[in-house]
């Protein structure tokens, strides 16, 4: 076995959550560097065009590595529970069998998005002067989403054993790659939009690849050809967890695609300011993701070994320290996010002021409630880890329906910078129905112990 696999089914809670989410954070780190990175370089070797391009292509983006992203965590609530089970025989079947279907999903969802790139951008009123960008940077994007769908995989089975180590270096190696690639192609060789695109997708084959050498040094999970046959029951179950997260993703971008929708009508100057701050949601919420993914590991370890009162100690300590971290975030942003936001924008001195006043009051109205999404993310991320992925695209659905209503009907009545609520609105309605779920689910799993071991 890995040095780096974790058994979290002991020890003190907040530390093993600790010690699992602090790599999470430091790669998350990086990953959105290099996001950052890509529009920083963009908007200043390019323009304020270019930054516009990124932010029109954003949300559709982001829906496709969301699709990656649910189905590989989806995946691995499986094995999680199974290896807090010591059930390593089924744990390899489930390993190979999720691998299969990384496979085929990968190469179904290019094909789609491929065809479905220009279509959604044409209904997101994408305007005309950067929709040859906007496609170019999809197009891009899109080719590499195999690669996105097995980085995804590998980190997430690694994670799933307690191992937030080896995707935090795999991600430091893509971060490093990226930037570069990024300086030589867009500001070196002046290649375009559409070479940042190509950086990423450079970058993650690296991390897809050091994930997977991790993977193979993991004894327990050593594949005979008798894991590799496939089983339709096994399959279901896996989809079963995987499908619902991956909706999810999707319907929360959707719900994001709206918003884009809405944006693109109020102007060049706006959507510019809009990207900015939107690239900056990832560090936002970067140690918010963190704290979810150890919980989703933690929870999914325990309930496997029935340990029902350790998750429920584990959510407390997940919820104390992702609280003072949302509150450490919202006041540095507050304090110093003007002079971040203006690293991504470039132009005249009229345009940058008129840019940044968009880019900083949004990013103001999202920071002072940030502990309503650290919320959200710890919460669903228990839930899922017990193997329900149901209510948490329930509440994904919730999350569209609220920044749907806030976009299209805000803005009639309290002009265009209303739709910077949208995404409070959508954590506060995600928030009710995931604290409910939680704390029902928690009393039904306390009482079904109770009953066996009496």
């Known amino acids: 076995m890995s040095a780096h696999v974790k058994d979290m089914t002991s020890g003190t809670p907040w530390k093993e959550l600790l010690i699992f989410a602090l790599p999470l954070m430091v790669g998350n780190v990086f990953q959105q560097l290099y996001t950052v990175m890509d529009s920083v370089i963009v908007g200043q070797g390019i323009g304020v065009n270019a930054l516009a391009a990124l932010g029109a292509a954003d949300w559709f983006n982001w829906m496709v590595v969301g699709l990656a992203t649910g189905f590989s965590q989806g995946f691995s609530i499986q094995i999680a529970q199974q290896f807090g089970a010591r059930d390593y025989d089924h744990l390899k079947k489930t390993v190979a069998a999720s691998y299969t279907l990384s496979l085929a999903m990968g190469i179904l969802f290019t094909i789609i998005m491929q065809a479905a790139a220009r279509p959604v951008l044409v209904f997101l009123n994408t305007p005309e002067n950067i929709m040859g960008d906007s496609l170019s940077y999809l197009r891009v994007s899109f080719a590499g989403f195999i690669v996105v769908m097995a980085y995804n995989m590998f980190a997430s089975v690694l994670r799933a054993l307690g191992d937030s180590r080896t995707p935090l270096i795999a991600m430091i190696i893509a971060a490093v790659i990226n930037i570069v690639l990024d300086i030589t192609f867009v500001m070196g060789m002046h290649m375009g939009v559409a070479s940042a695109a190509a950086a990423t997708v450079i970058a993650q084959v690296f991390s897809a690849i050091y994930c997977f050498m991790a993977v193979r040094k993991i004894t327990i999970l050593k594949l005979s050809p008798a894991d ?67 919980m989703t590991t933690y929870t999914g370890q325990n309930l496997g070994a029935k340990k029902i009162r350790r998750i429920s100690r584990g959510m407390r300590s997940s919820l104390v320290m992702a609280l003072i971290t949302s509150e450490i975030i919202s006041v540095t942003m507050i304090l110093f996010g003007r002079w971040i ?87 506060a309605g995600a928030d009710m129905i995931l604290i409910i779920a939680y704390l029902v689910k928690m009393r039904r799993l306390s009482a079904s112990a109770t009953a066996l071991s009496g």
């Not at 899922?384 to 994904?396: F, K, L, R, S």
């Open 228 to 294: 590799w046959r496939p089983s339709g029951r096994r399959m279901g179950r896996l989809m079963y967890l995987g499908a619902p997260m991956a909706f999810q993703n999707v319907i929360i971008s959707i719900g994001g695609m709206a918003i884009q929708s809405v944006v693109n009508r109020f102007g060049l100057a706006f959507v510019a300011g809009f990207t900015a701050t939107n690239k900056l949601y990832g560090i936002l919420e970067v140690a918010a993701t963190s704290f979810g993914f150890s």
């Open 341 to 427: 936001l203006r690293l991504f924008i470039s132009g005249t001195p009229s345009e940058i002021r008129e840019v940044t006043d968009i880019a900083y009051h949004y990013l103001f109205i999202m920071s002072v409630p940030l502990f309503v999404l650290y919320v959200l993310h710890v919460t669903r991320s228990a839930i899922q880890g017990m193997g329900d992925t149901i209510i948490p695209m329930i509440a994904g659905f919730t999350e569209m329906v609220m920044r749907v209503s806030v976009v299209m009907i805000l803005p009639h009545f309290f002009g265009r910078e209303s739709v910077f609520w949208a995404e409070v609105a959508a954590w």
